[in-house]
C-alpha cells in the first residue's frame, strides 16, 4: 500500500466529493472481491481446487481493502449521515448482498473440506484394515482393526 493510499484511508470524510469518493471505491472494491469469490466457488464445486487456490492472493488483498473501506466508513458513519444520508442504505444493501453471496461461498468450501476429509478418513480406516490380521474374538466374530495400530497415511497436499 502506498502513502498516498494509506493517508487517503485515514483521511477524515468532510465533503460531499469525499462521501462519494470512498462509497465509489467501496463498491468497487466489493464488486470485485464478489467476482473473485464467484469464481473460487465456481472452481471449487467443479473440482477445480488448484485453479481456486491461485485466487488467494487476489482474494486476500481485496478482502484487506475492503475492511479498511468498511472501518473508514464506520470511523465516518456520523460525518456521512450528515453530507449524504442516502448514501449509507445503498451501501448497507449492497454489503447484505455481498454476504449472502459470502454464505453460499463459506457452505462450497464447508463441503469441500467435508468431503475430502472424509474421502482420507476412508482411505486410512482402509489401509488399517488391510494391514491388521484377520482374527476372530471370543464372540466368533472378525475383530475390528485396533486403531492405534494404524499404518501413517502421507498425503500430497499438492493439487
Same mark, same amino acid.
Given at each position: 500500500?502506498?502513502?498516498? $493510499?494509506? &493517508? ?15 462509497? $465509489? ?7 470485485? =472481491? ?12 467443479? /473440482? ?6 491461485? =485466487? *488467494?492472493?487476489? &482474494? ?12 473508514? =466508513?464506520? %470511523? ?5 449521515? +450528515?453530507?449524504?444520508? *442516502? ?22 468450501? !464447508?463441503? %469441500?473440506? !467435508? ?9 486410512? /480406516?482402509? =489401509?488399517?484394515? &488391510? %494391514?491388521? @490380521? ?9 475383530? %475390528? ?5 494404524? @499404518?501413517?497415511?502421507?498425503? +500430497?497436499?499438492?493439487?
Amino acid at each position: 500500500m502506498t502513502a498516498q $493510499a494509506h &493517508k487517503s484511508q485515514l483521511r477524515p470524510v468532510t465533503t460531499t466529493a469525499d462521501v462519494n469518493e470512498l462509497a $465509489a471505491h467501496y463498491v468497487t472494491v466489493m464488486d470485485a =472481491l464478489i467476482e473473485v469469490i464467484q469464481r473460487e466457488t465456481e472452481l471449487v464445486r467443479a /473440482g477445480h481446487l488448484s485453479q481456486a487456490g491461485e =485466487l *488467494e492472493q487476489t &482474494k486476500t488483498d481485496l478482502a484487506r481493502l475492503y475492511i479498511a473501506d468498511t472501518l473508514r =466508513l464506520r %470511523a465516518n458513519q456520523t460525518q456521512l449521515a +450528515s453530507i449524504s444520508p *442516502e448514501t449509507m442504505p445503498e451501501l448497507i444493501r449492497h454489503h447484505h448482498n455481498f454476504r449472502a453471496l459470502l454464505q453460499i461461498n463459506l457452505t462450497v468450501l !464447508a463441503t %469441500a473440506h !467435508a468431503v475430502s476429509e472424509g474421502i482420507v478418513r476412508g482411505v486410512s /480406516g482402509e =489401509l488399517t484394515r &488391510k %494391514a491388521s @490380521p484377520q482374527t476372530y474374538g471370543a464372540g466368533g466374530r472378525t475383530t %475390528a482393526p485396533d486403531p492405534r495400530n494404524a @499404518p501413517p497415511l502421507a498425503v +500430497s497436499r499438492v493439487l
